[in-house]
Structure formats: structure tokens, C-alpha cells
């Protein structure tokens, strides 16, 4: 798995981010101590198994509590009076970025503007740990150990446009068998 490096945490640490309770700070303040930071791309229009990614999202939460995690919610709603009902009333105590503002357009850019539901699991080093549309297996009980054992398995190295990128021991080692056996002629 590759990615461009720290760059959304980066991004991220500059950005007010705002509570279910309404309290702001900048997110270098509440991101620091975190080990995972879940970031939920959603809106309040979406439907079906959609909507059941808030619910899972929040067994997450409840489960990982006392865990090192934090869920971001970078709202695609309309208008700013959606967002606030829609997070009040679903979401859990995490952090959001609400829609239409700079931040928010700033944070999607940086994203490459996913499509809506996406979740995006980046762990304390701004490397990317997971990226899907579900949200199924995320309030297993052992999901941060499965993210945890990827990153130990990871190996950082400049890729040809001098980027930051992650890769897996095991994807390696199968670069370095194809490239032996281009070597001695096998195919």
C-alpha cells in the first residue's frame, strides 16, 4: 500500500475541528496523543448501509474509548444547518470539519476528493492504514491489533518522485522475487 506521506495529518493539525458539544480547537491539540485517526467522509442525505456506517462508527468509538483513536467527520452536507442536526443527532463525541468551509475544502483536496461514504484510517505517523466505502469490520474487537500488526510490517522508502511511501515487508519481498527472477531469465 503506498501513500504520499503525512501530508492530510499535516494538513489536518491547522484545521478547527468542533465536538458533538459544540467545543473547537485546532487539530494539533487534539490529534497529538492519538495512534489511529479514522477519518469518515459522509453526509446527512445519504441512505441504507450508507447510514450504517455512522452506527458502526460509533461501536468503534464505544469499544475504543480508552484506546488511542479518534474519528474525524469531514461532512459533505449542503449547508451548515444539515451538518448540525445530523451530527447532534447521529454521530457520536468525535471531532468533525463542517461542510463549506475552507478547512473542509482544503481537507478533501488533500483526500483527492473521495467519493461519499469513505472511511480512511491513517495511524499516528500519517500513513494510511485502510481506505474503503464500509465500515463493516470496524467495531471488531481486534481491529487496532490487525492495524497495529501492518505497521510493524511496514518499511518506509522515497519513491521515484522523492515522496514518502509505505510498503509492506511481504510486498517487497514478492518485488524482490519478480526482479530475481528477471535476472536469471525465468518468467
Known amino acids: 500500500m503506498n501513500t504520499k506521506g503525512n501530508g492530510f495529518l499535516e494538513a489536518l493539525k491547522e484545521k478547527t475541528l468542533v465536538r458533538r458539544d459544540k467545543t473547537t480547537a485546532k ?26 456506517n455512522v452506527e ?23 449547508n451548515e444547518k444539515e451538518f448540525t442536526k445530523h451530527f447532534h443527532e447521529n454521530h457520536g463525541n468525535w471531532l ?3 461542510p463549506g468551509t475552507e478547512d473542509n475544502e482544503e481537507l478533501m483536496k488533500t ?14 505517523l500519517g500513513f494510511m ?6 465500515t463493516a469490520d470496524l467495531e471488531k ?6 492495524w ?6 511496514v518499511q518506509f522508502r522515497r519513491g521515484k518522485s522523492g515522496d514518502r511511501q509505505v510498503s ?3 510486498s517487497q519481498s514478492k518485488e524482490s522475487d519478480a526482479v530475481a527472477k528477471d535476472k536469471s531469465g525465468k518468467k
Open 96 to 98: 468533525a470539519v463542517p
Open 27 to 52: 487539530g494539533v491539540d487534539l490529534i497529538k496523543d492519538k495512534e489511529f485517526i479514522v477519518i469518515y467522509v459522509g453526509a446527512s442525505f445519504l441512505a441504507g448501509s450508507a447510514r450504517r
Open 168 to 170: 509492506s515487508q511481504e
Open 129 to 134: 492504514c485502510r481506505r474503503t466505502t464500509g
Open 56 to 78: 458502526n462508527l460509533k461501536k468503534l468509538y464505544e469499544i475504543m474509548k480508552d484506546e488511542k483513536l479518534e474519528i474525524i467527520y469531514l461532512s459533505q452536507d449542503n
Open 148 to 153: 497495529r500488526a501492518k505497521n510493524q510490517n
Open 141 to 146: 474487537k481486534g481491529i487496532l491489533d490487525k
Open 111 to 124: 483526500l483527492e476528493n473521495p467519493t461519499i461514504p469513505h472511511v480512511i484510517v491513517y495511524n499516528k
